[in-house]
């Protein structure tokens, strides 16, 4: 059983178009990070949110923690075909200190 | 800055073999990580070090065992290579893994192995 659940699982879509990805839990977190991974390659960060309701925008990304802190979203605008990749979200629960991954979005633009 | 490096890229074994996977850093980071991803289950994390000369278990650790003797390395390795641990193998460090406060971590490249 997954302690962090992203979905959907697999997003394939036209260049242009808008998506969101989700990640939900039944866990507190104390702070919640979303990484980009491209074939081949280690994650990278691309944010990390820490209040209950915050918002953060990355250019087209926008990513959104929840009141209580148990999930996610984030919000691509106009997809390019750059923004092809697995997405992770990941989050640090108070009581274990180390991230929990979710198992990742894997997300295909198509020009 | 090279950040974090793993060696080697690509690796097969066979059933029972053993071998050591190496992680290097040069950010002065004190905590590092080992983590496996397999399609569908994300990142997990193996075992992890909060600083030299220390080690930990993380979600998955059998079949594994770590050293960090250096503040830079993290060595990882399988003593009896099984074909459950055919995964692709992630190096991480952080300036810090404190709970309750976000630690970025950094990403090595990866290393593919595959037991037959």
């Known amino acids: 059983t997954q302690l962090l659940e992203q979905s959907p699982q697999f997003l394939s879509i036209q260049e242009g178009e808008n998506l969101t990805v989700y990640c939900n839990s039944s866990?507190?977190?104390?702070?919640l990070q979303w990484y980009r991974q491209e074939p081949g390659e280690g994650p990278v960060l691309l944010v990390t949110v820490v209040t209950g309701g915050e918002v953060k925008k990355l250019k087209r990304l926008t990513f959104q923690f929840g009141d209580a802190r148990k999930d996610s979203s984030l919000h691509i605008t106009a997809a390019q075909p750059g923004d092809t990749g697995l997405y992770l979200c990941?989050?640090?629960?108070?009581?274990?200190?180390?991230?929990?991954f979710g198992q990742g979005t894997i997300l295909t633009v198509h020009p | 800055n090279a950040g974090v490096t793993q060696t080697p890229k690509f690796r097969v074994l066979k059933t029972g073999q053993s071998m050591t996977l190496l992680c290097a850093q040069d950010m002065n980071h004190e905590y590092m990580y080992w983590y496996r991803q397999d399609p569908g289950m994300g990142l997990r994390l193996i075992h992890y070090?909060?600083?030299?000369?220390?080690?930990a278990k993380g979600e998955v650790p059998d079949g594994y065992n770590v050293s960090r003797l250096k503040k830079q390395n993290f060595l990882l390795g399988l003593e009896s290579a099984a074909p459950s641990q055919t995964s692709v193998y992630f190096c991480?460090?952080?300036?810090?893994?404190?709970?309750?406060?976000?630690?970025?971590?950094?990403f090595g490249p990866g290393t593919r192995l595959t037991v037959l």
């Open positions: 990941a989050g640090v629960l108070r009581s274990y200190g180390k991230l929990t």
């Open positions: 070090s909060v600083g030299e000369g220390t080690t």
């Open positions: 991480a460090s952080s300036p810090h893994g404190r709970g309750g406060s976000y630690n970025e971590q950094f």
């Open positions: 866990s507190v977190f104390s702070s």
